[in-house]
């Protein structure tokens, strides 16, 4: 069965830390760009960061630059989202999806897992 698994949620207070993983089952994700997305409540499923299967990145979100950084370990086969100066507006459940691309539509993202729940609040 082909799927993800985030972790690394929680609550943290503004200013805090947290990294998340996004543990891939069932296929190998070094052929994939992966792209982690959060939405948070009320809002359409943005866009956070996404790796390409060269290293690539491609940043979504402005306010997010310099804060939040995406690394992949194939051989883990697993990819990070390392969230520094956490701040209340990033709180929202956290997704990640594999593509061929690092494509601007969310659409052409799948595989989506559970997500895992952020909150930032002190």
């Known amino acids: 069965q082909v799927q993800f698994v985030e972790s690394g949620g929680g609550l943290v207070q503004p200013g805090g830390s947290l990294r998340l993983s996004c543990a891939a089952s069932?296929?190998?994700?070094?052929?994939?760009?992966i792209g982690w997305f959060r939405q948070a409540p009320g809002k359409e499923r943005e866009g956070v960061l996404c790796?390409?299967?060269?290293?690539?990145?491609?940043n979504y979100v402005d306010s997010v630059k310099g804060r939040f950084t995406i690394s992949r370990d194939n051989d883990k086969n697993t990819v990070y989202l390392q969230m520094n100066s956490l701040k209340p507006e990033d709180t929202a459940v956290y997704y990640c999806?594999?593509?061929?691309?690092?494509?601007?539509?969310?659409?052409?993202?799948?595989?989506w897992g559970q997500g895992t729940q952020v909150t930032v609040s002190s």
């Open positions: 069932g296929f190998t994700l070094d052929r994939y760009s």
């Open positions: 999806a594999k593509g061929y691309g690092c494509y601007d539509s969310l659409s052409y993202f799948g595989s």
């Open positions: 790796i390409s299967s060269s290293g690539g990145r491609r």
